[in-house]
């Protein structure tokens, strides 16, 4: 069975700061790994995803991961903070065939101050 | 990406009683999803919707709670039946363009029983 490990359920940063938001994966196989952002009272957004091309994933408003395989591990980090990042983020794994379902992690609520 | 529209967007419902979600996309689609974000917590599969099939249930759910169809490829309705406090959360449905590709969401619909 698969499953995802976020650590932190909140994490605060300074606007401008590094942002690091940790996930760790469990998998029998390669999985696929995506990251989620969900803003308040919408749905979830599509940040980036790893599908076994390369390791380093490059995702929209800045963010990206890093797949480790060695370390189990799909952190999602961003340079330099802005306000506008205060959300949920969501860690994910699937299967890496076919439609397959998300397993999601518990999410990591970021907060941002000014 | 796909748009994908969910109706309602939010509701207040009486126990005991049933309530009918859509969600319509804008294109063509062969998979489905549908989950469940109860309050302050993760997303949980509800079931997969594959057009021309019954849908398949997680652990858990049952068909007889939350009855799905699926009548083409661009729209799937999930029922929420004889509706408890304990069904109060965000139900969101997903989207699968293709096989290998991320899944895509709603923007749910906000569901408290009263």
């Known amino acids: 069975a698969q499953s995802v490990t976020q650590l932190g359920s909140h994490v605060s940063v300074s606007e401008g700061a590094l942002v690091l938001l940790r996930c760790n994966y469990s998998s029998s196989v390669p999985p696929y790994l995506f990251w989620y952002v969900q803003y308040p009272n919408q749905g979830l957004q599509l940040l980036l995803k790893y599908t076994s091309a390369a390791t380093l994933v490059k995702g929209i408003n800045g963010f990206e991961a890093e797949f480790k395989k060695s370390e189990t591990s799909f952190h999602l980090t961003k340079p330099s903070a802005h306000m506008s990042d205060a959300a949920e983020y969501f860690c994910a794994v699937s299967m890496n065939t076919g439609f397959q379902k998300l397993v999601f992690g518990t999410g990591t609520r970021l907060l941002v101050s000014p | 990406s796909a748009v994908i529209s969910q109706k309602p967007s939010r509701d207040i419902c009486q126990r005991g009683t049933s309530l009918t979600i859509q969600c319509q996309v804008d294109s063509q689609v062969t998979m489905m999803f549908w989950y469940r974000q109860q309050p302050g917590q993760s997303l949980t599969l509800i079931a997969t919707a594959n057009q021309g099939s019954e849908a398949t249930y997680e652990s858990g759910f049952v068909i007889d709670k939350f009855p799905i169809s699926r009548p083409n490829l661009t729209f799937s309705t999930l029922t929420v039946s004889n509706m408890s406090p304990e069904d109060s959360s965000i139900y969101l449905c997903?989207?699968?363009?293709?096989?290998?590709?991320?899944?895509?969401f709603g923007d749910g619909t906000r569901l408290s029983i009263l």
């Open positions: 997903s989207v699968a363009l293709g096989v290998d590709q991320p899944q895509h």
